[in-house]
């Protein structure tokens, strides 16, 4: 398996300010990792998949100049939500597939 | 775009209770996965169906995949306050997972 880490668990920020939220793979090579955002009781929505040394490909919607994304090596994604506003407020989570998605433990940021 | 429908999406039962959790799709995947979410923290895989048809059963947990590889199936026997979780189904499509809609599930002692 593959043991994913995310830093910080919990980030508190003014609004117009920019958070960067760190995903480790901890054992594992990823050329692939997936950024996913959860609002509460809610299902993951994958905002994009991260791979090394190129750029992210986004979903549908998802603002690529909000939301930025950076997967220098294998084993470390970036993202970094940008002039973040209240309504960026959510439960941020990444994977890495190893033969199956393996999750970070998320990351919350609130946004006053 | 949320690819995949689950039904209930909220479900509170007594312990000993049977229940059942539907993941529906119109789109084919190449493989069907399962997993149980606790607050604050990240989803955890239960199962993975491949093939049209299959049933997997782990413990009181019993998961099929549908012959068309469209849909699939969480069935709980005797629920136990422990099965209270948040449990969201995943399609594989190419190199991309899309989770269902989710079904938060609350089992009362």
């Known amino acids: 398996g593959a043991v994913v880490s995310q830093h910080p668990s919990w980030v508190i920020c003014k609004s117009g300010t920019s958070v960067k939220i760190e995903c480790r793979s901890l054992?594992?090579?990823?050329?692939?990792m997936f950024w996913y955002r959860q609002f509460p009781k809610q299902s993951l929505m994958l905002m994009a998949t991260?791979?090394?040394?190129?750029?992210?490909?986004?979903e549908q919607g998802v603002e690529k100049d909000k939301f930025l994304i950076n997967h220098a090596s294998l084993t470390l994604s970036t993202l970094t939500v940008t002039s973040a506003h209240p309504e960026d407020s959510s439960f941020y989570i990444c994977?890495?597939?190893?033969?199956?998605?393996?999750f970070g433990e998320g990351s919350r940021l609130t946004v006053l | 775009t949320q690819l995949l429908e689950q039904s209930p999406q909220f479900l509170s039962i007594q312990e000993g209770e049977n229940l059942t959790v539907y993941c529906n799709s119109s789109?084919?995947?190449?493989?069907l996965q399962w997993y149980r979410q606790e607050p604050g923290e990240g989803p955890v895989l239960l199962v993975t169906?491949?093939?049209?048809?299959e049933v997997k059963k782990l413990k009181r947990l019993t998961f099929q995949f549908g012959d068309a590889r469209k849909d699939s199936s969480l069935h709980i026997t005797a629920a136990q306050p422990g099965d209270t979780g948040l449990y969201l189904c995943?399609?594989?499509?190419?190199?991309?997972?899309?989770f269902g809609t989710g079904t938060s599930l609350t089992v009362i002692p």
């Open positions: 994977s890495v597939w190893a033969g199956e998605l393996f």
């Open positions: 054992d594992f090579q990823a050329t692939t």
């Open positions: 991260s791979n090394e040394g190129s750029k992210a490909t986004y």
């Open positions: 789109s084919v995947f190449s493989s």
């Open positions: 169906v491949v093939t049209g048809g």
């Open positions: 995943a399609g594989a499509s190419g190199n991309q997972f899309y």
